[in-house]
């Protein structure tokens, strides 16, 4: 039995594997950073739009048009808000949520934290 020859088979073998999940890594990430790219420019676009709409909002004298300028911003709003959480469903595997300034919500331990930390004793 060619130990050496195993060897060899076994290390070529794992190359090939290696190199495979290194390819699909590469295309998975160059996709990955075309959509985040996509996303960027088009929610970009929508925050310009609103400010845009802001900033002729308070140049408006008269109410009708006011309430017209608003309107248009929160439905711009609300399409970027949708956009956000589409975004985050399809990549980030997370649902976004409203939480108010300087209130977030803490962030739980990492994994490793949680493994090995002393969990308190039950009151009796």
Excluded: H
Excluded at 26 to 45: C, D, P, W
């Amino acid at each position: 039995m060619d130990w050496g020859l195993i060897v060899s088979v076994i290390g070529i073998g794992l190359t090939l594997f290696f190199g495979g999940i290194s390819f699909y890594q590469a295309i998975q990430r160059r996709e990955q950073r075309q959509a985040f790219g996509a996303y960027s420019q088009g929610l970009y676009n929508q925050l310009s739009r609103i400010g845009a709409g802001a900033e002729d909002l308070l140049r408006r004298d008269d109410l009708n048009g006011a309430k017209r300028i608003a309107t248009g911003i929160n439905e711009v709003s609300q399409g970027a808000r949708n956009d956000v959480i589409a975004f985050s469903r399809e990549y980030a595997r997370f649902i976004p949520y409203c939480e108010p300034q300087w209130e977030p919500k803490p962030l739980p331990p990492p994994w490793w934290r949680r493994i090995f930390s002393k969990r308190p004793a039950a009151p009796s």
